[in-house]
Structures are given as C-alpha cells and as structure tokens.
C-alpha cells in the first residue's frame, strides 16, 4: 500500500483537477459522501440508526471544513440532527469549501432535509476572544462529534482555541462516537506526530491513499480504524507523482512469499544461522530462533555463547545450536557454521563483548550470504568511524538487512532520536530530516488546513 504525504495528495488533487478535468468540488463532494457511508457502515455495525442521530460537525475554515460540510448535508438528507459549528471567521471559507457552506446553508434555511439543521457561525465570536467553553457547554450530549478542523497540513502546535476544542472532542468519548475527516486535527500528516495536541478518532476517513501520518505512531492509535475513500484519484495519477513510502500489509506479505510444496520437508525451505546469546541474554536468541522457524525457514541453528544452549533448546528443542561468542572463536570454526547457510541473522541479546565485535566484523566482510542485523549487531555497527559506508561495502557483495528501532536507527545515523522521529521515511531513506517546521502550508489542494 502506497503512503503519501501532504505535499504528494496535494499534487494528486491538482493534476486529477487539471488533467483529467474533475472539478474541486466533485472531489469534495466524493470525499463528503464516502466519508458519510464509512459512518453509517460503523455506526451500523454498533446497532446505531441515522434516523434522529444527534451530530456535531465541527469545522474549520479549509476545504477540510468543506468535506465536514458535505457529510452535514448527507446526514440531514438522512434524517439526522446536525448541529454544524464553523470555527473559522467566516471570511476565511472560499473556493469549494464556500460553495460547501453555502449548500449547507441553504438546505437548512429552506428545510428540505428530513433532519433537523443547525449552523452555527462562532468563529468571528472566537477571533474576537470570546471563551469558548460555554459554547460547547450549550451544545449538549451528541451522538457523533466529526473532526474535520484541520486536515493534513498542520504544521505548527495548535494553540488558542483549537487546544480547547480538541480537549473538548476528546472528553465525549466513549458515549461519543468521533469521526476525524482526513486525520485527527493535530497530528502531522508526514510523521504521525502529535503538534500540542491531538484529537482521538474512532474512524479515520482519507482519500485517494493513505497518509504517512496514518500508519506512523502515535498518529496510527490516535486514528483508531481507518478507512480509505476513493474520490476519482486515477492510479495512473498517482504513479506519475511516485509516493516514496509503502506499508507492508499482510496481502502484500502473502503475495511475496513463495508457494510451499506439499511434499517439502525442512532441507527444501532454506538454512538459516543466527548469531546472538551472549551470557544471560540466551532468551532473546531463542525468540529469534523460534521467529525464523515460524516465518518458514526449514532448519534454524542458533550459536551463541556456549551457556545459551540449554537454555535455547529447553525453550525450543526444535532449534539447533552452536558456540559463536566464546572468547577466541577460530575462524576456521565460524567458516563451519557457514557452510551450506542460506541466510545470516545476528544481533538479538548478541551483547557487546570483543567476541561479538569479532563475529560482527567477519559477518560485514568475510561472508556472502543474505545478512540480516538486528539489536547489539546495530549498536556494534554503530561504533565504526563511518557506519554507513561500512554496511554500505558489505551491501555490494549481497543484501543487507536492518531492523533498528527508532533509538538504534539514530545512533547509525548520528542523530537524536527526536530529529529522526521527525520524518522517518527521509531518515530510512538516506535523506536528512528537515528543519524544525513553523508554519501551515497554505498550498492549492483540497485537503490543506486553514489558518490557524
């Protein structure tokens, strides 16, 4: 599944709106109604009906708001109670979210919803610094509370205002079912980080493709289920913009792993050696081991210090053993161990001893087998004067594989962990993080965040 970030929707929008000639507002109008359907399909599986659903829309002045807008009208058209509350100074809603707006308006002013319809205009109030608590206080309890303040291209904490609302949103639940628009207001769309704070979603609705924000924590709890809306985006438009990230789903684990023949035994499903274990840390190689074992490898030896063994074998006497970490382990031995392997593992409770800094360096330079490093292997690696490069040069001969959490990955990369949590995918990708951010992007594209 193909991850977008903001910049990248954005530039989707623009060409589906001026190549293929769909209009803006037929993209809103899109995104109004799938973002209404994925409602009713949640609310019905929790037994809820439409019919006098008490709903709070609250919306912002960007075309964010203007989806909010569309599901307003789709669930008075429902027969449901909509209480909208536009939060932005209404000279701020242009473009498609103002033709929104205006349908909205119209519809309750002239009633011709089976629902019964309220809008309420409180962002001009809100500029002029009137408190906003007893607004909220006033609306009473609600059924479904629909985010869709800001969108995906917050930038900055959220402050004033916003802060209480959000606070606000989060206090409904769980008598309150919350449907955020795009992504929860608050969270970046790029990083899944929380700008302040964040608004907790029972649904997340997007469209076109899913956000980096989406996937990446604390974004990905904070969504609660997601759903994806297609809104007219054509794949091949969204090709041509290439995304840089995709989610490995469990579809796409499926398709790549190959069939298992029905008379395979465990010498046709591959050989693969894992190196970890040292004194005390024998159960962290057993995990390993076991891991590889139920991912489909046929044989799984495990070497590590010779007092892991028992250990090894007491939790899993499937698994093979050997001694790797003793003090002076003779190359010729480590060169047995390799024979006849088709994949390489080592790092889990590896330790950092000169032995495991000796078995590190003849695994990066003196095999050819598919390497996968995890654990104290990064941390070793990341000792060298130049880390990349060396994985790099051992790269050349076959596959290397890392598997760093967020604290390894900065100590490879020479960084703190806060700068490389700021964009991942750039970190994972050979790029520099970017400077620290302070500001909304104020891009054409249906789904940009309004000022704040």
Known sequence: MRLVTAAEIRECDRRTIEEVGLPGFALMESAGRGATQALLDALDARGQRVQGLRVGVFAGGGNNGGDGFVIARELLNRGAQVTTLLLAPRARVRGDAAIALQALERLIHQRLSPGLGALLPWGDALEEGEPLQPLLDSLGPLDVAVDALLGTGLDRPVRGPL????????????????????????????????????????LTVTFGAMRLGHWLYPGRARCGRTALIDIGIPPGVLERVGPRAHALTRPLCRDLLPPRHA????????????????????????????????????????????????????????????????????????????????????????????????????????????????????????QEPDPAATLARSALRRPVLLTPHPGEFARLTRQTTPDLLRDPVAAAGGGAPPPPRGGVHKGAGPHRAPPQ
């Open 163 to 202: 802060l209480e609302i959000i606070a606000h949103l989060n206090a409904l639940r769980p008598a309150t079912f919350v449907l955020a628009v795009d992504l929860p207001s608050g969270l970046g769309s790029d990083d899944g980080q929380e700008r302040g704070a964040a608004v907790q979603a029972d």
């Open 263 to 382: 008379a395979g035994h465990k010498g046709t499903f591959g050989h693969a050696l894992l190196f970890g274990g040292d004194a005390g840390k024998a159960g962290a190689l057993a995990l390993a081991a076991a891991a590889a074992l139920r991912a489909g490898a046929g044989r799984v030896p495990a070497a590590g210090h010779p007092a892991a063994g028992p250990v090894v074998t007491a939790l899993h006497p499937e698994i093979m053993t050997a001694g790797a970490l003793e003090d002076l382990l003779p190359i010729h031995l480590l060169h047995e161990l390799l024979q006849g392997k088709d994949v390489l593992a080592a790092g889990p409770g590896l330790g950092q001893r000169p032995p495991a800094r000796a078995l590190l360096h003849a695994l990066l330079h003196e095999t050819l087998q598919p390497l996968v490093l995890d654990a104290d292997a990064l941390n070793l690696a990341a």
